[in-house]
């Protein structure tokens, strides 16, 4: 079982930088590829940046440049830093991986880019 708390959302103005946290519970927290995924309203939830258990990132193209992941093995945390915002990022974020053949989400937080 894989539970996760994240952290970090809210409010932020156009050109303007969030960090979200996703913290893991358990100890095999550095043996999982970690995902965070968004879902705007009335879109598909949709795959922002992902890190493996080695560090190796990729991120999709709307994201490349201004979201940066990383992950804190000591304390069972992944991170997305957020840079120059724009409204067109608005979404519930979630952190995801998978584990034996099973998805794990976090319960999603909310970020909205807006003046």
């Known amino acids: 079982q894989v539970q996760f708390v994240e952290s970090g959302g809210g409010l932020v103005q156009p050109g303007g930088s969030l960090r979200l946290s996703c913290a893991a519970s358990?100890?095999?927290?550095?043996?999982?590829?970690m995902d965070w995924y968004r879902q705007a309203p009335g879109k598909q939830r949709e795959l922002v940046a992902g890190?493996?258990?080695?560090?190796?990132?990729n991120y999709a193209d709307s994201v490349k440049g201004r979201f940066t992941i990383s992950r804190d093995n000591a304390k069972n945390t992944v991170y997305l830093q957020m840079n120059s915002l724009k409204p067109e990022d608005t979404a519930v974020y979630y952190c995801?991986?998978?584990?034996?053949?099973?998805?794990?989400w976090g319960q999603g937080i909310r970020v909205t880019v807006s003046s």
């Open positions: 890190i493996t258990t080695t560090g190796i990132t």
């Open positions: 995801k991986t998978l584990y034996i053949r099973r998805d794990y």
């Open positions: 358990g100890s095999i927290f550095r043996s999982l590829t």
